[in-house]
């Protein structure tokens, strides 16, 4: 069970804090992922995070701007977005990353949370 909240609409140069949080399985043994869907577009992954949170690995789109973090004692994975554009606009997913991939997700994903970034 996947719950991302912390979505809204930005000006352009401005800031959000995704969260998600997870249940029904064990969080510290999967890496985790965030991915992005636009309209007519595929989703894609934007951000992903080792299990311990030693390693982290992002599109080169939101390189430098985006980070991601998990805190593993709260089942909890974040993704900060600074300095945001209008093409960062879209529905943002979480999931844990499939056992063995560095992209696939692991599990049905959640019902997103929708990020809008205004010019």
């Known amino acids: 069970h996947l719950v991302e909240s912390g979505g809204g609409l930005v000006q352009a140069g401005g800031s959000l804090k995704l969260s998600c949080t997870m249940s029904?399985?064990?969080?510290?043994?999967?890496?985790m992922g965030w991915y992005r869907q636009t309209p007519g577009k595929e989703r894609e992954l934007v951000a992903r995070?080792?299990?311990?949170?030693?390693?982290?690995n992002f599109a080169d789109s939101v390189k430098g701007r985006f980070t991601i973090s998990r805190d593993n004692a709260k089942n909890t994975v974040y993704l900060q977005m600074d300095n945001l554009k209008p093409d960062d606009t879209g529905v943002y997913y979480c999931?844990?990353?499939?056992?063995?991939?560095?992209?696939?997700?692991?599990?049905?994903w959640g019902q997103g949370t929708q990020v809008t970034v205004s010019s």
């Open positions: 999931n844990a990353l499939k056992i063995g991939s560095t992209v696939n997700p692991a599990w049905p």
């Open positions: 029904g399985f064990t969080f510290s043994w999967y890496g």
């Open positions: 995070i080792t299990f311990n949170g030693e390693d982290t």
